[in-house]
């Protein structure tokens, strides 16, 4: 069973920038890809960024050249710096792991419990 923790969600200004941890518990951190979604009030949940076991990044068009992703497979943990933050970034941030398994490379995925991000105007 894997388990996923997330930190350092908070309240700031906006200009301002926080970073987002995640630490996974289990064996298959590093085989997996992870990635943070996030979810504001009345919108579905989107996928921020994503990285890969093997370093390859993804992000929204949105946060690109904003936020970063990174991964230390030997704390199994997982970051997401988000600078020069904006009212819009206000959302939950989940993160997320998933690997696929098997002959027909079923997809796995577990979730955090989320972490609120506030950025005042």
């Known amino acids: 069973q894997v388990q996923l923790v997330e930190s350092g969600g908070g309240l700031v200004q906006a200009g301002g920038s926080l970073r987002l941890s995640c630490a996974a518990s289990?064996?298959?951190?590093?085989?997996?890809?992870m990635g943070w979604y996030r979810q504001a009030p009345g919108k579905q949940r989107e996928l921020v960024a994503a990285?890969?076991?093997?370093?390859?990044?993804n992000y929204a068009d949105s946060v690109k050249g904003r936020f970063t992703i990174s991964r230390d497979n030997a704390k199994n943990t997982v970051y997401l710096q988000m600078n020069s933050l904006g009212p819009e970034d206000t959302a939950v941030y989940y993160c997320?792991?998933?690997?696929?398994?098997?002959?027909?490379?079923?997809?796995?995925?577990?979730w955090g419990q989320g972490t609120q991000v506030t950025v005042s105007s």
């Open positions: 997320n792991l998933h690997y696929t398994r098997g002959l027909f490379s079923s997809r796995y995925d577990y």
């Open positions: 990285i890969t076991s093997g370093g390859n990044t």
């Open positions: 289990g064996t298959i951190f590093s085989i997996s890809v």
